[in-house]
């Protein structure tokens, strides 16, 4: 099985950053199609950004413009670059790996973002 370790979440303040790594304990990582998500209290787990093997991305239009997912295959990480952060951002972040009929999700990161 795959484990997927993320890190980098915490606090921030409005218009600040912070950078989110999931890191994978197998090669076909490179392989694979990784997602960033975010659920917050009460509401549905969302997609936030994805980035395929070849490096095409995907970005929710709330995020566009603030937020960059990038990928190291020599490091089996994807990351999250966070910027110009908004309260509304506070969530519990999770990496997901897809390939194929294969997913596995990360643990999940808390971020939240005060006013």
């Known amino acids: 099985q795959v484990q997927l370790v993320e890190s980098g979440g915490g606090l921030a303040q409005a218009g600040g950053s912070l950078r989110l790594s999931c890191a994978a304990s197998?090669?076909?990582?490179?392989?694979?199609?990784m997602g960033w998500y975010r659920q917050a209290p009460g509401k549905q787990r969302e997609l936030v950004a994805s980035?395929?093997?070849?490096?095409?991305?995907h970005y929710v239009d709330s995020v566009k413009g603030r937020f960059t997912i990038s990928r190291d295959n020599a490091k089996n990480t994807v990351y999250l670059q966070m910027n110009s952060l908004k309260p509304e951002d506070s969530a519990v972040y999770y990496c997901?790996?897809?390939?194929?009929?294969?997913?596995?999700w990360g643990q999940g990161t808390q971020v939240t973002v005060s006013s």
């Open positions: 980035i395929t093997a070849g490096g095409n991305t």
């Open positions: 997901k790996l897809e390939l194929l009929h294969y997913e596995r």
């Open positions: 197998e090669n076909f990582f490179r392989a694979s199609t």
